[in-house]
């Protein structure tokens, strides 16, 4: 299985918007639910921000959002802040009952 | 509170097999699956397999069948992950995650394990 496509970078200035894309196939985020988002800062252990390919953790900020169309899902970022500045990896459940992360977006806020 | 713990870091030769263990404590552990998976130094994240600490169910990424074992002892709350045949490309943090959720397998990973380095040399 290979891993799901993410741009290698993104970047936004503060208050900005910014939207990461992960793309795969019919037989992971095209044809299930179950995508997730994590953000890691370095040297931290990653933090779950969407689940089901929309739904919010609670304390998790509303900034964060997500959606899917067809094979690619994307999380938006609203309201870019300083602390933003993180990796973002995507994930999704693959039809042979595995799992597949994306290759991870490294985000800068300029 | 509800927490994943692993053990230490590890140095390990080359061909040998090490195994991790994850803790579980503040909910019990056989009503969420657990994944495992590493990032190598600078590198993204790697599935490598998942479990239910009820033993009726693991699941292996293709790359890692053959080599990784997952066990769970839920007398202890603890999950473990074996690999073996270590190489130099095995060094990593290697992570336990819960699976969200509660008796189904919900594919997010809610609270991690702090990670454990194992570091493979000749």
């Known amino acids: 299985q290979s891993a799901l496509t993410q741009p290698p970078s993104a970047s936004g200035s503060p208050g900005q918007s910014v939207t990461i894309s992960c793309t795969g196939t019919n037989n992971d985020i095209g044809g299930y639910k179950y995508v997730s988002w994590y953000q890691q800062h370095p040297g931290r252990v990653p933090k779950l921000l969407i689940y089901e390919v929309t739904r919010r953790p609670s304390g998790v900020p509303d900034r964060f959002s997500g959606s899917k169309s067809g094979t690619t899902a994307s999380l938006t970022v609203s309201g870019l802040q300083a602390e933003d500045e993180a990796d973002y990896y995507c994930?999704?459940?693959?039809?042979?009952?595995?799992?597949?992360f994306g290759g991870g977006t490294r985000l800068t806020v300029l | 509170q509800v927490q994943l713990v692993q053990s230490g870091a590890e140095v390990k030769t080359l061909g040998a097999s090490v195994k991790i263990s994850c803790k579980a404590s503040?909910?019990?552990?056989?009503?969420?699956?657990i994944h495992w998976g590493r990032q190598a130094p600078g590198q993204g994240l790697e599935w490598m397999g998942i479990i239910n600490p009820n033993g009726d169910f693991t699941t292996y990424a293709q790359k890692f069948r053959g080599t990784v074992t997952m066990t769970s002892d839920t007398s202890t709350n603890t999950v473990y992950m074996e690999l073996s045949s270590l190489r130099s490309e095995d060094t990593a943090v290697y992570f336990c995650a819960r699976d969200g959720g509660v008796n189904y397998r919900q594919d997010a990973f809610d609270i991690w394990g702090q990670g454990t380095l194992v570091t493979v040399s000749s």
């Open positions: 503040g909910y019990t552990l056989s009503d969420y699956y």
């Open positions: 994930g999704s459940y693959v039809d042979d009952n595995t799992f597949v």
